[in-house]
Structures are given as C-alpha cells and as structure tokens.
C-alpha cells in the first residue's frame, strides 16, 4: 500500500501570499496517478488536479500541481479568501487507492 | 451543475442493514463509473466500492467484502450501495463520487451510524 504523508499539517498564511504543499509518497507513484482536492466544512470534496499537474475544469490558474515519482507539490499562487481549506492528495496508482491526511490552510 | 447527492444514512444497530442511495444530475450517468468513499471518525478517506457503466464490473474493499453491494440504475440515474451486517467499524460518512481514478464531482456524504 502506497502511504502518501502531507506536509505541513496546518499551514498559516495571508491573502496575497504563496502556498506551497506538500505530498510525499511511500512508494512512487506510477504514472503520475496523483490528485488534489480541496474540501471545506460542510462541502463536498473539489478536484483541483490530476494527473499531478492537470488542471479540473473551471479551476483557477492560480492553482497549480507539480512533481512525479514520490513527491508532488501544489502551489497556490496568490491565496484568495476562499483559499483557506483543507486539502488532500489521492494516488490512483495502484491498488489499494490511497489518500493523504490533509493539509489545513488557514488565515494568518 | 453537475451534482451528486446522497441519501439513506441513519443510525442502525450492529448486525443492521441500511441502503445507501445516490442521485446524479447534470451529466450523462449512464457514460461514468462511479465509485463509494467513506470517512470514518478520526480516520482517512477509503475507497468502499466501485461500479463500472453498465454495472457488469465491481470492486469492493476487502473489509465490505461479502456485506456491500453496490448497484446502479442507468433509467434513474441512481447509484445505490446495499450494507448489511454493520459493524462499528463502518460508522462513516459516505460519499459517492464520480469516476474510478480521480473523482469528479463528490456528493457531500451521508452519515452511517452504527451502534448499539
């Protein structure tokens, strides 16, 4: 089973600044079979990325995925207020699907 | 807009049976795999279940092997997953998802309560 460790587990900005998270795989991750989502209190899950750096549909640009092998990165370019969430990673690589246990995003 | 909502959560006692059901709207349902994720307490998201489109192809996690099924209707653009024989070990919010790699949309889950 592929482990996927976010970091950090709590991340403190202000609008305007870059996030950068991170997502470490146990194992590599084969093709690039990795995800991002963001989740809010209440909402269901939203993709943001797939494939690593693929952006979803009507996804800003400012987010965006990077990496390959056992670490990924996603940047958020300049932090909007409706930023602040919790994101997770998700590898779809290799059974048993995976999922990471969150980075939370938090105003400053 | 695409969407996905859940139904059919409720406290059940250990042993107990429940139906969980999906509704899908705004997208050709018939055209998508589409999958069960749940998120128990304290704990990680899971991969639950499966379906493939024309419900001919199914995957469940070893730990609902044997009590789950998942089922779907393509006239009524509806998923379903059958429980039976809860345990506490299945008390989770359950989503369903669209999509067998990465999910797109997800439903914003239905509470499964199991105890006694």
């Known amino acids: 089973e592929i482990v996927l460790t976010q970091s950090p587990g709590t991340l403190s900005l202000s609008p305007g600044e870059r996030a950068t998270l991170s997502c470490r795989a146990s194992?590599?991750?084969?093709?690039?079979?990795l995800a991002w989502y963001q989740r809010k209190p209440g909402q269901a899950p939203r993709l943001l990325i797939y494939?690593?750096?693929t952006r979803a549909t009507v996804i800003p640009d400012r987010f965006s995925g990077s990496g390959s092998g056992t670490d990924f990165t996603l940047t958020i370019s300049r932090l909007e207020p409706e930023d602040f969430a919790v994101y997770f990673c998700?590898?779809?690589?290799?059974?048993?699907?995976?999922f990471g246990q969150g980075t939370r995003l938090e105003i400053k | 807009e695409v969407q996905l909502v859940e139904s059919g959560g409720g406290l059940v006692k250990p042993g107990g049976s429940l139906r969980l059901s999906c509704a899908a709207s705004?997208?050709?349902?018939?055209?998508?795999?589409m999958t069960w994720v749940r998120q128990a307490p304290g704990k990680g998201l899971e991969r639950v279940a499966y379906i493939n489109e024309d419900g001919s192809e199914k995957y469940y996690v070893d730990s609902v092997k044997g009590r789950f099924t998942i089922s779907r209707d393509n006239a009524k653009n509806s998923l379903y997953l059958q429980m039976n024989s809860l345990t506490v070990d299945d008390t989770a919010v359950y989503h369903c998802a669209r999509g067998i790699g990465w999910f797109a949309p997800w439903g914003q889950g239905t509470l499964v309560t199991v105890s006694p």
């Open positions: 194992q590599s991750v084969n093709s690039n079979y």
């Open positions: 998700q590898q779809y690589a290799s059974s048993p699907m995976t």
């Open positions: 705004k997208f050709s349902f018939p055209d998508h795999c």
């Open positions: 494939d690593a750096s």
